[in-house]
């Protein structure tokens, strides 16, 4: 459903004029229903790729490839085309939620606004609607989160919230930016739960950013490792734990702490490096 062939990227400094390539032709494909997760360090390029989907890359930039979502060409098409495409067909869950709702609206005009019909719905109608979006990633006091402002929820509450929106558009493709990175870790593991579950249930193809390779490989079917602008390897969580082509992949495997010592059973999912349940259970 998405194909990325060639994808380079090349910024410009406004007041030198000078370019600086930060992708150097990346390639990934990704299937109906797919989560692929792309892992590399901070700086490695993984944000400006997704920035080069949604076609929100620096002003000044660069873009060099194919991005093409199902059959058009994101970087060939008119901007209606690209509008439409943002509005109805992709998501993004940032890292930090508070950026994707506006502070001054309650939480149920957001969701609302996110109703691809919502102007012709009845208001109770709608409200109930958003009541059972938040129904669905996990939120049982549904009347006090319509009615509360983004300030006045956690950062866990609100990711959820921003989770709900994203399904209620029925986008094709969710890309999530390190979604839980801002969260304390036993929030963590519940947003990440609840994204793979909604995931799942709806059939949305997603990319998963983030520089914890055992956290993709517990909610993603493939991985890319990034660095420095280049994919060094794609693979299924197994191929990249077993047979690693990169000293590279190897320290991101390593770089997750555990907390027994090696060989214990607590940390089976990260010797495995395919299972965060254990761990995660371990760090909460
Ligand atoms: N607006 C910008 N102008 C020029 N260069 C930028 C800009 N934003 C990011 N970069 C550079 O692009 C490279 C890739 O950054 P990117 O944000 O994609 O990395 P990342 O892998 O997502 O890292 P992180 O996990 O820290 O977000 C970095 O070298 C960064 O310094």
Not at 132 to 139: A, D, F, T, W
Not at 155 to 171: D, F, K, T, W
Not at 176 to 196: G, K, R
Request: charged letters at 25%.
């Amino acid at each position: 459903m998405l194909n990325i062939e060639d994808l380079v990227l090349t910024v410009v400094d406004p007041e030198t004029g000078q370019e600086t390539e930060i992708l150097h032709g990346s390639t990934l494909a990704l299937r109906q229903g797919e989560a692929l997760g792309l892992v590399g360090e901070s700086g490695s390029g993984k944000s400006m790729t997704l920035k080069c989907i949604l076609g929100i890359e620096p002003s000044g930039a660069r873009v060099e490839g194919r991005v093409e979502l199902d059959g058009t060409d994101l970087l060939a098409a008119s901007g209606d085309v690209l509008r439409r495409i943002r509005a109805n067909d992709l998501a993004l869950i940032a890292q930090n939620p508070h950026g994707a709702l506006n502070p001054v609206l309650p939480v149920e005009r957001f969701l609302i606004e996110g109703m691809s019909d919502a102007r012709n719905l009845p208001k109770a109608e709608a409200r109930e609607r958003a009541a059972e979006l938040l129904r669905q990633v996990g939120i049982t006091d549904t009347d006090r989160v319509l009615a509360s402002y983004p300030h006045q929820l956690s950062g866990g509450m609100l990711q959820r919230v921003v989770i709900a929106g994203a399904i209620s558009g029925e986008p094709k493709l969710l890309l999530a930016d390190e979604p839980t990175t801002a969260l304390d870790v036993t929030t963590q593991a519940e947003v990440v739960a609840i994204l793979d579950e909604m995931r799942r249930e709806h059939g949305l193809s997603m990319i998963f950013v983030t520089h914890d390779l055992d956290l993709a490989a517990a909610v993603c079917d493939r991985l890319a490792v990034m660095k420095d602008g280049e994919i060094l390897e794609v693979g299924t969580p197994e191929e990249i734990r077993d047979h690693p082509k990169t000293d590279y992949t190897r320290a991101l495997m390593a770089a997750r702490p555990m907390l027994y010592p090696e060989g214990h059973e607590a940390n089976r999912g990260a010797d495995r490096g395919g299972d965060h349940g254990t761990n995660e259970e371990a760090d909460a």
